[in-house]
C-alpha cells in the first residue's frame, strides 16, 4: 500500500514468503510539488505476520510516528 502522508510518500508494502507477510516501509521525502521523490528511511523488517493487511497495518503504525517525529 502506498499512500501520501504530510511531505512524505510512505510505500508499506509487505514481503510475501510463504504465507507469512513481513511488514516493511519504504519512506520517501517529496522534493517538491511534482519532483522527483528521494528515500528517506527504510525501517527493515518489522515482523512477520499472518496477513498482508495486518503486515501493511504494522508498517503503517511504524511509519506515521516516524513521519510526525521528523517533519518539518
Known amino acids: 500500500m ?3 502522508y504530510k ?3 510512505i510505500d508499506a508494502s509487505p514481503l510475501d514468503e510463504g504465507g507469512h ?3 516493511r516501509a519504504k519512506i520517501y521525502r517529496r522534493a517538491s510539488v511534482g519532483g522527483d521523490k528521494f ?3 527504510y525501517s ?3 515482523g512477520d505476520y499472518p496477513s498482508d493487511a495486518d503486515a501493511i497495518e504494522a508498517a503503517e503504525r511504524w ?3 516516524w513521519c510526525d517525529a521528523n517533519s518539518v
Open 63 to 65: 511509519a506515521i510516528p
Open 7 to 9: 511531505e512524505f510518500h
Open 2 to 4: 502506498q499512500f501520501d
Open 39 to 41: 528515500e528517506v528511511k
Open 21 to 23: 507477510y513481513y511488514a
Open 44 to 46: 527493515g523488517d518489522l
